[in-house]
Every structure is written in C-alpha cells, then in structure tokens.
C-alpha cells in the first residue's frame, strides 16, 4: 500500500486525526507523505511523551495513534498497562518492526494487549480497531518492511 | 502551608471550565477531597501526568491545570521542553515543591539543588511564576482567584509547600475507568464554554513539524 493512501485511509475514513511519535529509519516515507491539511504531528522527545500526549488527546476527544519502532515498545510497557488498560484509553501504535525479536510478540500477548502484524493493511487495521474499541484498550499494529511504499 | 491547604485554595480558585489533572497517589487523595468534574486523577503511572495535560490542552479549548510534585517534575523533564514549544496557551504547571518525596517517606529530591529552578524553567521556554508568597500567611481568595483566572500558558507556576501529607483524606472512590468516561463528557460538553479568549495554540507549530509532501 501507498504510504499516502495509508493516512487517507487512517485520517479520513477511520477519523484519526491527532499523531505523535518518535521518527524511525523505517517509516522514512510514512513521514515523508504526512499532510497538515488533515493531520496533526507532534514530534515526542521519546515514545512514553508520544503516548501521553496520544492519550490525552483521546481523553479530549480526538482519535489519536503513536508512531515509533517497535523495539522501543519496553519503554510504553509501564504505561499501557497501568494507563491505558485501566483507564480504558484505546490509542492505536504504528509499530515499525526492523528485526524479528519473537520476544515483543510474545510480551503483548501475554499482557493481553491487541496486536497485528499488518499484511493486507486496511482489513488488519479495521479487525484491530475493531477489537480495541471492544475491549477498551490499546492496540498495536505492527509494520514490516515493504508493507508501506 | 501544607499541600492539603494549597491544594484546596487552589481547586477554589479555578473556574468550572478549567480541567485539572492531579499527579500521584497522594496528590489524588488529598485533591479528591475537593472534587469536581473536571478534575482527573493520574493515580499510579508517575511521570505520566504532564504529556497526558499537554495533549489535552492540544485538543481541547478548555484551560488545562497540571499539578505535579518537584519528585514527578524532575522524572520527566522533556515532557517540559515539549509543554513550551508546543506554545499550548491552554497548559498551566503548577509545582509543589516539598524538596522531598513524600511518597517514599520523604527522601530528598535534587530539585532545589539545581542553580537556579526558574532559570531552568525559562531556559525551556517557559513563564515561571512564583505563588509562594501567595500562600504563606492569610489566603487572599478573590484576589488570587483573579490572578489564576487571567493566566495564559505555557507557564510554570512554583509553590514551596510544607513536607508532610495529610494522613485524614480518603481514597478515590471512583474507578480508573469512571474517571475517564467523567472526564471525556466534561471536555465534550460545549455548554460549560471556556476560559480561553485565544485560540490554545497557533496553526503554525504544525506546518513546521511536517515537512512531507501534500497527499
């Protein structure tokens, strides 16, 4: 899929309007394709800010999602579960997944929290938001290379 | 005067628009005593608290109050840095600083040890005030309920408070999940209005943070 029809899809027909996150290598041309007409980002000094300005932006009533790698991940455990899982704050993470570290995988599931690895992109995305707003809590999609050109 | 009495004054003072988020279990406790809808209590994800008033403030035409510890400040600094370039004029940091940490059997913190706590605060790019005076002695309530209701962020706001911590207040009795729900209806309700004049932040921070091409 196209990195631009990716936050056509995301922004205009999903609502997401409010992204932060922390740049990585991988999402070079996500990056590179964002538009402020329908999009607010907001560079973080590291992903845990991402993800609280992420979910105030929800507690105000935005749809809000974090851009990062997934290997920084560990960093967000904290707050996931004792924020998000709790207070019920479903913010989606764009996940860039460079190595395959089996350990992350197997972290998110164990703590419950929703993931996918994206392969036919808006079908994977709609099923995870689907099952975050069921279960009120965050989830993550995680993007590998060459799924977004 | 002790953070249960400031806490207090400062919950007096603010209008029925203003949201407040509180930092810490402590904070949570005492401040629950005098709640209000729009207050919001981050009870254990510490350092957590001031991304979390920030985005709100971002998204929200409603004034954001943070009231943090100098313990919580000093944990996550760039979540300050990115309060003042955000140029949020809806975000007010109020800082209680006890020069320890309460929580944990009241520790000191390096907090007044820094060169000078103002000038790391308006090195960040933030207005730092000083509201000690205002609590020592007799409480001024309306004036200082004027002096809070014209404030326009991002500003840092310092209190130098007592140690200790009132040992009479009860827990939240409400739920992580009811408080977000209480929250999210008193942001949502365009009824309350706000008590912003400005718009909360300028258009122009985006276009510079965005360099891609137009989709």
């Keep these: 899929m196209k990195a631009q029809d990716f936050w056509k899809f995301l922004c205009e027909e999903m609502g997401y309007r409010f992204f932060a996150g922390v740049p990585c290598m991988g999402f070079k041309t996500l990056y590179g394709s964002m538009s402020p007409r329908f999009m607010h980002y907001i560079p973080a000094v590291r992903e845990n800010i991402a993800l609280g300005l992420a979910n105030g932006s929800y507690l105000a009533g935005t749809k809000s999602a974090v851009i990062m790698n997934l290997d920084r991940l560990y960093n967000l455990l904290d707050w996931l579960t004792s924020f998000n899982c709790e207070h019920s704050v479903p913010v989606l993470i764009l996940a860039y997944r460079d190595s395959y570290d089996e350990k992350m995988i197997s972290a998110l599931a164990s703590y419950g929290i929703p993931h996918k690895v994206l392969v036919s992109v808006e079908k994977d ?25 | 005067m002790k953070r ?12 029925d628009n203003d949201v407040a988020v509180f930092s810490g279990p402590e904070f949570s406790r005492e401040a ?28 929200s035409n409603k004034r954001v109050f943070l009231f943090v510890g100098d313990g919580e400040f000093l944990m996550e600094f760039g979540s300050y840095a990115q309060i ?25 913190t390096i907090f007044r040890s820094l060169n000078s706590v103002a000038g790391v605060i308006f090195n960040m790019g933030l207005i730092s005030l000083n509201y000690t005076p205002h609590f020592e002695g007799r409480f001024d309530l309306s004036n200082m309920k004027k002096k809070v209701g014209n404030l326009i962020g991002p ?6 408070i007592e140690k200790g911590d009132n040992k009479n207040v009860g827990n939240v009795t409400l739920s992580k999940k009811e408080l977000s729900e209480r929250l999210k209806k008193f942001i949502e309700n365009e009824s309350l209005g706000s008590s912003m004049f400005v718009p909360p932040y300028s258009l122009d921070f985006f276009d510079v943070n965005t360099d891609g091409g137009n989709v």
């Design chain 2, 32 to 59: 629950f005593e005098n709640d209000r809808d729009g207050n919001f209590y981050v009870l254990d994800s510490p350092g957590l608290a001031a991304s979390l008033a920030l985005g709100m403030a971002m998204n």
């Design chain 2, 84 to 108: 003042a370039v955000s140029k949020c004029k809806n975000i007010i940091c109020v800082i209680l600083d006890n020069d320890c940490y309460q929580s944990a059997g009241g520790s000191p």
């Design chain 1, 125 to 149: 995305i709609k099923s995870l938001l689907k099952k975050m707003d069921k279960l009120g809590l965050p989830g993550i999609a995680i993007i590998e290379e060459g799924v977004l050109e």
């Design chain 2, 155 to 160: 500003v840092a706001i310092l209190i130098n």
């Design chain 2, 4 to 15: 249960f009495r400031v806490l207090k004054h400062f919950i007096d003072c603010l209008s």
